[in-house]
C-alpha cells in the first residue's frame, strides 16, 4: 500500500484499504483523497488538482495518495516507474489495468490532502504535473481537448475576433459553472476562471516541456 508524504491518514484508513483483499480476485484497491482547505482560494484550487467525490466512477484510477495492491502485482509490472519524478502513479496504475488487474474503488479509505495556498504555488504544481505527463506520454483526455480549444482559439484570432471574444466570455462562465457548486461564495467568480486560465497555460507549457526532455 501507499501514501504521500504530506497527507494525513484517516484513522480507519489502513483498515478500509486492505478490506476488499478479503475477495482473491481484487488485486488493487483504489482509495480516495480529500483536499483540505483553509480559504476559498484553497476551495477553488481542489476543484483543479482533486477528483471530487461526485465524479468519482470505476473507472477511477488512484493517486498514490491512497492506494493498495498486492505484492504479486506490482513485482509482475515492476512497480513503479523510477525514472520520472511526478505521474508515476497513474503511470503505474495505468499499467497495472492495462495487465488486467482487478481493481476495487473504496472512497471510504480516506487521505488528506493540504492545498497550495497562493496561485505561484498553484501554477507550478500545474507545471510540474503536466511535465511528468509529458515524459510518461500519459496524455489525459482532458489534455487533448485543452490543446484543441486553443488551438481552434488560435485560428479564431484571425478568422474573427468577435466569435473569440465570445467563445471566451462563454468559457469563463463554464469555468464557473462547472465547479462553483463545490465553493459557494462569491469570490469563486475571480478564483475559477483565473485557476482555469493559470492550469490551461502552465498543462500545456509543462506537456510539451515533458515531450522535448524525453525525446
Known sequence: M???AGCSLDKKWLERIVLPFVDPKI???AGFYRPVTHNVFEKCLACYTCVMSDRVTDTFLPSSRSVAFRKSAWKKVGGYPE???TCEDLVFARTLKNADYVFKVQ????????????????????????VGDGQARYIRSNTWLLFTRYFVGFLLFFISKPVLIACFFLYILWSIQKNY???KDWRAYFYLPLLQLVSDICVIAGTATGFIRNL
Open 27 to 29: 488485486d488493487v484497491v
Open 2 to 4: 501507499a501514501t504521500d
Open 83 to 85: 525514472n520520472l519524478d
Open 181 to 183: 457548486k463545490y465553493v
Open 107 to 130: 472512497k471510504n479509505a480516506i487521505v488528506y490532502w493540504p492545498q497550495r495556498n497562493n496561485i505561484l504555488e498553484a501554477g507550478k504544481q500545474f507545471f510540474n504535473y503536466a
